[in-house]
């Protein structure tokens, strides 16, 4: 778990998180800045007796929670409630340490308490979001894709954190199969088999008749019959207003959406203290909530456990049913080092 971004409510959620019942029969390696922790527990109402270990025992380590101290941000140097580039650089070490971490196969799930883009950007100015940042410290092209989980229904989405403007113009046959075969293959492998997907109309009433936009009839209605043909139990496009009511009436497991909010609203409206954020595609599961820094309430001690503690349990969920992968030498440096590289890389 990589301690999140230290002016917003992931320190006193990770620390809340430690403290809860249903993660004591975990091995959970906190990665991080010790003081930064101790403030989360300290906001949190709680008491943390976490034993600290140096990046070099991570790979013989005990079993339960253990914290690996990166001292990169230390409390009293953080301002709550705000974005700044030090909390960004701190979060992007952190998540950086704990994908590689997952890449070397010694954990097997990765979790993170809310990042804030705006501090990462500050830090990295080529940042844009987490799916381009892990790419890079993965090492990888084949990038993966976020889908919003709960229990009832699952959103998975054709577009992520673009600008609303760009939408429709990155949509293609292709890019909707692409994500099609993702969700049906991501949820088979949550133990979900043969998911029944809804995939959202992108314009009002699916373009009545092509009254108002062309995509629909286009470019998702041959994706969708592509992915049919392929044996893909996927509906669509339908419009995007009703798509949800029908999934939670019980017609479909998960609704492919065209842009980020087309799902996130409805999302969050049904489960925002439940809601959780998976990043499939990497080999491995990535979770953190569904909801973001919450500047507005940080450190009040206000801040609900609830998605932070279902984004754990499906992480755990979903690496006990995935099978044991190989594990590769773990760089000496990977708590410091390679976060300049992906970066620069990214700028290229
Ligand atoms: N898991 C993650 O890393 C995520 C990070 N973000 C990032 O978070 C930042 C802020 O995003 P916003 O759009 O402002 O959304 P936000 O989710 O941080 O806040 C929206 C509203 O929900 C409330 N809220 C959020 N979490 C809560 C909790 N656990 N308990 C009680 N109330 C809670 C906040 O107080 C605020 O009023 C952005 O930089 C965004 O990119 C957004 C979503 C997920
Ligand atoms: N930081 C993770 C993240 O932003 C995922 O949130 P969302 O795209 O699901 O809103």
């Known amino acids: 778990m990589a301690i999140g971004d ?16 249903a993660l004591k029969d975990q091995d959970v390696v906190v990665v991080g800045d010790a003081s930064v922790l101790k403030m989360g527990a300290s906001h949190a109402g709680v008491t943390l007796d976490l034993p600290v270990v140096s990046a070099d025992q991570v790979g013989s380590l005990p079993s ?21 580039p030090e909390t960004g650089a701190a979060s992007l070490q952190n998540f950086a340490a704990v994908l590689r971490l997952a890449k070397a196969g010694i954990a097997d799930a990765v979790m993170f308490t809310p990042f804030n883009k705006h501090s990462m950007r500050l830090a990295r100015p080529a940042y844009v979001d ?23 229904v699952w959103n998975a989405r054709v577009t992520s954190h673009i600008p609303l403007s760009e939408v429709a113009s990155k949509m293609s046959v292709e890019r909707i199969l692409g994500s099609l075969r993702l969700t049906h293959e991501t949820m088979t492998g949550a133990g979900k088999p043969n998911p029944r997907i809804g995939v959202a109309a992108l314009n009002p009433h ?17 994706a969708v019959a592509a992915g049919v043909a392929e044996g893909i139990d996927a509906k669509g496009p339908i419009p995007s207003d009703t798509v949800f ?5 019980g017609e479909f497991d998960a609704v492919l959406t065209m842009y980020h909010d087309q799902g996130q609203i409805a999302m969050k409206l049904m489960g925002f203290d439940r809601g959780v954020t998976l990043i499939a595609g990497y080999g491995f599961p990535i979770v953190t909530p569904a ?3 919450a500047f507005d ?9 609830g998605a932070t503690l279902q984004a754990a349990l499906l992480g755990a969920r979903l690496a006990a049913l995935n099978p044991a992968r190989d594990r590769q030498p773990l760089p000496a440096d990977w708590a410091t080092a390679g976060v300049e590289g992906a970066q620069a890389a990214m700028a290229e």
């Open 245 to 249: 009511v029908r999934a939670v009436r």
């Open 291 to 293: 909801h973001g820094t």
């Open 64 to 84: 339960g929670h253990v914290l690996v101290d990166l001292g990169n941000i230390p409390a009293d140097t953080v301002t709550l409630g705000g974005s700044s």
């Open 206 to 222: 699916a373009g009545d008749g092509r009254n108002f936009g062309t995509e629909d009839d286009d470019i998702i209605a041959p």
């Open 130 to 152: 987490e799916i381009g940042f892990i790419d890079r410290v993965l090492d990888t092209d084949r990038s993966g894709r976020e889908f919003n989980v709960l229990e009832e």
């Open 6 to 21: 230290a002016g917003g409510v992931g320190p006193e959620l990770a620390a809340k998180l430690l403290a809860d019942p």
């Open 297 to 305: 309430i940080a450190g009040k001690g206000r801040a609900d456990l």
